[in-house]
């Protein structure tokens, strides 16, 4: 177990190469680090193998990624859109929860604008398939924006019903 501890304010500093460095006397050393981690400065990480979790973290979430995907390009351009805005109205809400100092993951923030990011590069690519120009895209985005209804988001419809 790696212990780490403040250390003393003395003229010579040890690096993790075994190197002497004078300081000022005033100056803050920093912290020295001891035990496991010390052998991996020292390069004797070879004694001392690392778990291999990064890139299977990285597999697992690419794969919920596509997974999403997938699902995502199953709905129809109206569920997508509809999908849009009880997203956006469950941002607004975790927004007010955070104004408001009560408690929230703030994970959902970047989850929820990346799956809102999602559905809306499938519709601009259905738009594509479609033939649309950007122009156009944004013209009938702007009449999509003004015809939602304003509706509570899922989360407080399900509160209400309770």
């Known amino acids: 177990m790696a212990t780490m501890s403040l250390a003393a304010a003395s003229p010579l500093i040890s690096t993790p190469r075994g190197l002497a460095i004078s300081t000022p006397r005033g100056a803050f050393p920093g912290l020295r680090m001891g035990g ?24 697992v979430r ?4 596509e997974q999403e995907l997938e699902e995502i390009r199953t709905m129809t351009t109206e569920q997508i859109e509809e999908e849009v805005v009880d997203l956006k109205g469950e941002l607004f809400m975790l927004r007010l929860k955070r104004s408001a100092r009560q408690e ?28 649309i120009n950007k122009r156009l895209s944004r013209k009938l985005d702007r009449k999509w924006k003004q015809s939602i209804v304003v509706r509570p988001p899922p989360s407080l419809r399900e509160n209400k019903e309770e």
Not at 42 to 53: K, M, S
Request: charged content about 35%; hydrophobic content about 45%.
């Open 104 to 131: 929230f993951k703030s994970s959902e923030f970047g989850r929820m604008r990346k799956r809102i990011a999602r559905m809306l590069t499938v519709k601009r690519e259905r738009e594509i398939e479609q033939g």
């Open 36 to 59: 496991a981690s010390l052998t991996r400065f020292l390069g004797l990480a070879a004694a001392v193998p690392l778990p291999e979790r990064r890139g299977d973290a990285a597999v």
């Open 62 to 65: 690419m794969a919920k990624r």
